[in-house]
Every structure is written in C-alpha cells, then in structure tokens.
C-alpha cells in the first residue's frame, strides 16, 4: 500500500502528527503495538504547557481539555519547613499550565483521528522499518487479519518511544547519546482523595522529594522519592500516607486526605537522555524515541507536542512547494528545545531530590538555591518562564 507518511506508535507524537497532517491534507498510517484499550488507560503525567495547550486546541483537539482541564497559575515549592509560591501568571505575563492527564490527551486524539476516518492500526506487533535512505522507505507489519502488509512510504516517524523499534534502525555510528541517570525513582498513588491545594507542590524534605499533583479536584496524583528498585506491592495505602505526611511536616502543617488508590500504585525511573540527530534519511524520530527527561520538569508530553508540530509543519512545507529547508533543520530546530528542556528539567530533579552522594555542604547549597528562587524576582521569573514552556519555534 502507498501513503504518504508511515507512523510508528500511538503516543501523543505519532497521533497529534497524524492529525496534523491530516488538517494540511496529508495523509497518514498510526501502526501501534498495543492494544488501544491499553494506549487510553496508561497513566502518564499530566500537565500541559501553554504554548501545547495552543496546539492542542488550534487544531480542534481542546473541547474536552477547555472543559475539563485545571489552569494553574502557579506551584508551591516546600522546603525547610516553609511553602513558597511561584506566581507563573504574574512572572510570565499571564501564562500558566493546565493539568489534564496524558491519557486524556490520547484518548481524544484517538478520538478525532477514527472521526476523521483516519487509519490507525493497534495490537500490530511486528513493526519493522526499510530503506529509510531511499526516498521511498518502507514498513511492513503483520495486519489484525494475519496478513503481510508493507507501506511504502515518502517519510517514516518514528514516534515508538526509548524501548522502539525505530531509533535502532539507524546506523548506530550515526547517532550520539547523551545519559544521566538518576539513583532513584518515584512511588505514584492516584487516589480518590481531594488535593490539599488548587496548585501543585514540590517538597524538598530529608526524607525524599514529594509531589502533590491532581487529575480533578476529587483525585489527587501523588509521588514519593523511592529507591530505583521500589517494590510498589510493599506500600500499603497507610504507609504511602504516613510517609507523605512525614514529608509534609512544617510551619504551615499540610494534613492531605487519606484517599483509597484507584490502582495498584506505580515506580517511574528517572532518566535523563538525548539521541541525536533525530532525522536520519527519510526517518524522523520525535518525542520519547529521541529524548527522556525526568518528570520533575513536567515536559515529556509537551516535547512531543512542540517535535510533531515543527515535523508536521516540514512536511506540509514539502508537498506545498518541494521544499526540503524545514526537514533538513528539523533535528537542529527541535534539539534547540529539547536541550533546554532537559536543563530545565535535570535542574528541577536536583535542586528538589535528595542525593545519596551530596555532602552536607551541598545540601545547605541546594536549600539555598530553593530560597533564592523563590526569593529573587529573577530567580523564580526563570522557573516560571521554563515551567509554563518556552516558545514553540
Ligand atoms: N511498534 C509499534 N508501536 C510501538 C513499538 C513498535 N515496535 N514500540 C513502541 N510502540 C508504541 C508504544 O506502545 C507507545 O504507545 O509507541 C508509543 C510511544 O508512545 P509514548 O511512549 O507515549 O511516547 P510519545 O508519543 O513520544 O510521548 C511522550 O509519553 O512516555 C511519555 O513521559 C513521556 O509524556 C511523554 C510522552
Ligand atoms: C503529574 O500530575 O503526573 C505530574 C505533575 C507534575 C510533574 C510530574 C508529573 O512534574
């Protein structure tokens, strides 16, 4: 079968960029793994930044989010006992985030995609990419029918996440990786628990970092620093509150409400990681498959969105008029991003965990850094301008 664009992956990247090359005319096929069932109940992190959240809606996918998603014009840090508050909407100019969960985002992307009579295909295990330095790369795949398929293609993504079958297709001596890794992880609970505040709160505490975020304001999403490890069967809800409050503890004592999990709770690894180039022939890589950071920023959602949409635009710009300018740029315009992406959010998982090696004088150096961001108008101005996203080129 002939198409224009052959997709690997169902996440926010693959699906946001069939959308959006179905609104410039151009047609797409969505080849993911698992079931959609499973794409639409995995839950992610869940806070979207102004300049995806214009995406989003622009291209028709925000009625839900409109209605149902929690602007936030601000979070709360916490730290030696004290909260401080960062004013995004007054340091930004108005800006803020919404906090909508991830799944939401895919299941109304999903949604609109099947509505518009697009072709996306789950349950496909056996993906596989071809001749990516052709101008004709293929894919082939084994259908729901058990039938052979092959799409030849002018342009593959590569939209499959770390653990793809995309990114492994390219020469390995084409690529560089840039790692860190963190020696820890986060214990997530969603609980059917009213949140303790409106926004959410960062805490630095001697026990580990903690979150306190929200998909409602009757279910709260919390996460607790733990061992990389973490056995999640180990923590009865009892445990996870006593230990939350533990975290909590202060001037202005927060007593958050002891709600019953809604699912077995959950270890998310930190990692920070870049690939690059993430174009390789005619194969483009966007979000999870190329970059990783740790969840502390907020941003892996929004990365995807902001790569889709400078990949979506390059494309278009190719069928409009033979241009090659925008897909030849595209790896160097997204990682200009990303780069700040993950410097924002490698700075935000160290100045808020608590590090095994730190010595105790870089532990006063981290509390005196939480003091003078939340202290100096610079200081925060910056954690505001990253946290609500920096421009989309
Ligand atoms: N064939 C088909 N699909 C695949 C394959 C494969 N071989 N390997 C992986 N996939 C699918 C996965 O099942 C997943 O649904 O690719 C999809 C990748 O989606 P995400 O992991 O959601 O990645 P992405 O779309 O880049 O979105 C990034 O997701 O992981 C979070 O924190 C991350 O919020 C960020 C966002
Ligand atoms: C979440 O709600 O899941 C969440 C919020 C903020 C983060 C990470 C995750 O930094």
Redesign the pocket.
């Known amino acids: 079968m002939r198409v224009r664009v052959g997709i690997?992956?169902?996440?926010?990247?693959?699906?946001l960029l069939s959308h959006l090359l179905h609104l410039a005319g151009i047609e797409s096929v969505v080849?993911?793994?698992?079931s959609r069932e499973?794409?639409e109940d995995?839950v992610?992190?869940g806070v979207i930044e102004q300049g995806a959240r214009d995406v989003l809606i622009e291209s028709g996918l925000g009625e839900r989010l409109k209605r149902e998603g929690l602007f936030h014009g601000g979070v709360a840090l916490r730290f030696a006992g004290q909260s401080r508050r960062i004013d995004f909407v007054a340091l930004t100019g108005g800006k803020g985030v919404t906090v909508y969960g991830?799944q939401e985002v895919?299941k109304d992307m999903i949604a609109a995609r099947l509505a518009a009579g697009g072709h996306v295909e789950f349950d496909?295990?056996?993906?596989s990419v071809h001749g990516i330095e052709t101008t004709q790369p293929k894919v082939r795949?084994t259908d729901n029918a058990g039938h052979a398929q092959e799409l030849v293609c002018d342009f593959v993504a590569g939209?499959?996440?770390?653990?793809?079958?995309?990114r492994p297709s390219i020469p390995p001596e084409v690529l560089t990786a840039y790692e860190r890794q963190y020696h820890f992880g986060w214990l997530g609970i969603l609980a059917q628990a009213r949140p303790v505040s409106d926004e959410l709160i960062y805490v630095n505490h001697p026990r580990g970092f903690a979150l306190l975020s929200m998909r409602s304001m009757s279910i709260g999403r919390i996460y607790l620093q733990c061992k990389p490890d973490e056995d999640p069967e180990e923590w009865s809800d009892d445990r996870f509150w006593d230990e939350l409050d533990r975290r909590l503890e202060g001037v202005d004592v927060v007593k958050p409400e002891r709600g019953r999990s809604l699912r077995p709770k959950d270890v998310t690894q930190m990692r920070s990681w870049v690939s690059e180039p993430m174009q390789y022939g005619r194969l483009f890589l966007?979000?999870?498959?190329t970059h990783?950071?740790p969840?502390t920023g907020a941003k892996?959602?929004?990365?995807?969105i902001a790569?889709v949409s400078v990949l979506s635009r390059a494309i278009a710009a190719f069928y409009e008029n033979g241009s090659t300018e925008l897909l030849d740029r595209y790896s160097e315009i997204c990682l200009r991003r990303v780069w700040k992406a993950e410097r924002f959010s490698w700075w935000m998982t160290t100045m808020l965990h608590q590090f095994d090696d730190k010595s105790p004088f870089e532990q006063r150096l981290q509390l005196a850094e939480l003091d003078y961001v939340t202290s100096s108008r610079a200081g925060s101005e910056s954690l505001a301008e990253n946290y609500v996203g920096l421009p989309f080129e």
Do not use: F, K, T
């Open positions: 690997v992956g169902a996440g926010p990247a693959g699906l080849l993911e793994r698992q499973y794409c995995r992610r992190a991830q895919v496909v295990p056996d993906v795949y939209c499959d996440g770390y653990h793809g079958i995309c966007a979000g999870d498959a990783i950071v969840p892996g959602m929004n990365l995807a790569d």
